[in-house]
Nanobody, 127 residues
Framework: QVQLVESGGDSVQAGGSLRLSCAAS????????VAWFRQAPGKEREGVAVIKTGGGPTFVAGSLEGRFTISQDKAESTVNLQMDSLKPEDTAMYYC????????????????????WGQGTQVTVSS
């Protein structure tokens, strides 16, 4: 059973930056899909970014490209989300999720494709 623990959420002003981390344990191999999703009050959960661990590619939701970057730190067993030029509309609970294998492109931003989830970390951006 994969366990995921998010950290790094905070309250910042618009234009600021945050780095979220997802610490993972329990993987049985090194080729997984690890994603960041977010959910604002009253809205559906949406995919933010995905990395295929073990040397695979990264994907960032189109509207967030250029501001958000996902990366893996193998030594620390973390997947990190660097968020720059934050906007008030980025305010949400951010969740880390993992699947047991590399997911096909069509499933990368589908929450139901992931079988392990963290508890979430809150990001609040004020104007």
């Amino acid at each position: 059973q994969v366990q995921l623990v998010e950290s790094g959420g905070d309250s910042v002003q618009a234009g600021g930056s945050l780095r979220l981390s997802c610490a993972a344990s329990g993987y049985t191999h090194d080729k997984n899909s690890v994603a960041w999703f977010r959910q604002a009050p009253g809205k559906e959960r949406e995919g933010v970014a995905v990395i295929k661990t073990g040397g695979g590619p990264t994907f960032v939701a189109g509207s967030l490209e250029g501001r958000f970057t996902i990366s893996q730190d193998k030594a620390e067993s973390t997947v990190n989300l660097q968020m720059d030029s934050l906007k008030p509309e980025d305010t949400a609970m951010y969740y880390c999720a993992a699947s047991a294998d590399w997911l096909p492109l069509k499933d990368l931003f589908r929450p139901s494709a992931y079988n392990s989830w963290g508890q979430g970390t809150q990001v609040t951006v004020s104007s």
